[in-house]
C-alpha cells in the first residue's frame, strides 16, 4: 500500500479489518490520554473506531469483549447435568409430553425439589464454581420444568379419590388386607 495522507489512506482501505489496522496506526493510549481524540476526526477516525481500535489486541487480530458475568464452559456442563440428574429431577411418564425449542424436541423432566434448594445443593457440591442464583436459574435446561397439578397421568376426581381412602380406611381397620 503506497503512503497516502491518513485521510486518504484511510478511504482507499476496503474491508474492515484494514480499517482497524490504520486505526490502530493513528491511535494509542497518548491520545486518549491527552484528550486529541476529537481532533482525530478529520482523518477520517470517528472517536467509536478509535475506542474499538484501542481494544485490539498487539497482533491485530480483533477480538470481542467477555462480559463481565459470563460463565465458564465446565461450569454451565456442571449445572446441566446437575438438573437432569435423577435425584434432582425425574423424566415425566408419558411419551407425548414434550417440549420443543429452537427445532430441538426434549422429553419434559421434573424438578423434586425448589429452584432455591437446589442452587444450595449446587453450591455444597461444587464450592469452586462461583454462580448466582439468578445465573443458576437462567441456566436450567428448558424441558427441567416445575411440576403442575396438570402434569399428573392419575385421575384426581372426587369419585376416585373417595374410593382410595375408602380402602385405606378398611385396611386401617383390618378389614381388609390389600390397600387398592
Not at 120 to 128: A, D, N, R
Request: glycine share 2%; hydrophobic share 35%; net charge positive.
Amino acid at each position: 500500500m503506497p503512503f497516502l495522507p491518513p485521510n486518504q489512506q484511510r478511504q482507499s482501505t476496503e474491508g474492515t479489518k484494514d480499517k482497524q489496522v490504520v486505526s490502530k496506526l493513528f491511535t494509542s493510549r497518548i491520545i486518549k490520554k491527552y484528550r486529541v481524540m476529537s481532533h482525530m476526526s478529520p482523518l477520517g477516525i470517528t472517536p467509536k473506531q478509535m475506542r474499538s481500535t484501542m481494544k485490539l489486541s498487539s497482533n491485530m487480530v480483533y477480538e470481542r469483549a467477555k462480559h463481565k458475568n459470563s460463565v465458564a464452559a465446565d461450569t454451565l456442563m456442571h449445572v446441566e447435568q446437575f438438573y437432569t440428574r435423577d435425584d434432582n429431577s425425574r423424566m415425566s411418564s408419558g411419551k407425548k409430553q414434550t417440549l420443543t425449542r429452537k427445532k430441538v424436541k426434549m422429553q419434559k423432566t421434573f424438578l423434586l425439589d425448589t429452584v432455591v434448594n437446589l442452587h444450595e445443593k449446587f453450591k455444597s457440591e461444587y464450592p469452586s464454581a462461583k454462580i448466582s442464583y439468578s445465573m443458576f436459574a437462567k441456566l436450567r435446561p428448558f424441558w427441567v420444568v416445575k411440576p403442575a397439578p396438570k402434569d399428573r397421568d392419575t385421575c384426581l376426581c372426587q369419585i376416585h379419590e373417595n374410593g382410595q381412602l375408602l380402602a385405606d380406611r378398611l385396611h386401617f381397620l383390618g378389614l381388609v388386607t390389600s390397600k387398592c
